[in-house]
């Protein structure tokens, strides 16, 4: 829900909780990496829009029936500070994001985490470090969006107010999904983390910034074989199962504009992160 440093974070807490649930909140934050438009003088990780660096046998993603996806951002692992977050990423190699945007049927085709048949519209790739890759043009009926390279940033993020941990820790058995009758879903509390940090942002690892649902809440439901509700407890322990992999925002520079000013989520199990599985990887977009 907010980015920010570990110090303003617990100094907020201590201002509009008490002592004890405040030091219980500080303890739910998780470390992550902010991606920002990187100057001359920073030291670039990667970058969103441009053109892609592909191995030369690895083809270019499409969705069947539809066509190709948009190259969206690239990370270099050997330049993040991959021990510093809360997930298991590559220590070298190249994550590379692609989704189809619409830019070949004008918006027609959505990509949705509860439709599974279109799960085919966004993916992610991984290239190891040794392998030979090159930039790749972008296929016919496509534009890139313009290059912007990106710097890491480290800090801390907080979780949603209505997500499973938070309920866990202060409202054991209350249903999902409502705002808990404790301080920390207070409007005063909501507001000071909103006035500290209301960009989305891009993002490698920690707590999504949804734009609406916990968006490991949409993973859950629509991995799932069966029908759930809210509450069910097979639903908390899916949700469970998922942590962030990547959000990419809406961005001006890049002209990124996902539906209303919203972002791309991307979503892993831990284990098939470990496994360098990223083709398991699930995707989800919010927007206002």
């Known amino acids: 829900m907010t980015y920010g440093s570990s110090e303003a974070l617990r100094t907020l807490a201590h201002q509009h909780l008490p002592f004890g649930v405040a030091e219980r909140w500080v303890g739910l934050l998780s470390p992550a990496v902010r991606l920002e438009a ?137 249903p999902l999904g409502n705002r808990y009758d404790h301080p920390v879903c207070s409007r005063d509390f909501l507001d000071a983390l909103w006035q500290l940090d209301r960009e989305v942002g891009h993002q490698i690892g920690g707590h999504a910034h949804s734009v609406q649902n916990p968006v490991e809440i949409e993973v859950a439901e629509a991995v799932m074989d069966r029908d759930v509700s809210w509450g069910d407890p097979a639903l908390d322990r899916e949700i469970s199962n998922w942590v962030l992999l990547a959000q990419f925002d809406s961005d001006d520079a890049a002209d990124m504009m996902w539906g209303d000013a919203g972002a791309l989520y991307w979503l892993i199990r831990p284990q098939d992160l470990a496994e360098r599985r990223f083709d398991r990887a699930m995707f989800t977009w919010q927007c206002g």
């Open 38 to 174: 990187a100057t001359a003088a920073d030291i670039a990780v990667g970058q969103i829009g441009g053109l892609p660096k592909l191995p030369v046998d690895v083809e270019w993603p499409s969705w069947a029936g539809h066509g190709p996806l948009s190259f969206i951002a690239s990370l270099d692992c050997a330049m993040l500070p991959v021990g510093a977050v809360d997930i298991m990423l590559p220590a070298e190699g190249t994550l590379s994001f692609f989704y189809f945007d619409g830019q070949l049927d004008d918006g027609d085709a959505l990509v949705l985490a509860e439709d599974r048949e279109s799960w085919g519209g966004a993916r992610v790739l991984y290239t190891p470090a040794e392998e030979k890759w090159g930039e790749r043009d972008v296929p016919a009926g496509l534009k890139p969006y313009p290059k912007v390279p990106l710097t890491a940033r480290l800090g801390m993020t907080t979780t949603e107010p209505w997500h499973p941990q938070v309920r866990d820790a202060f409202a054991p058995g209350a």
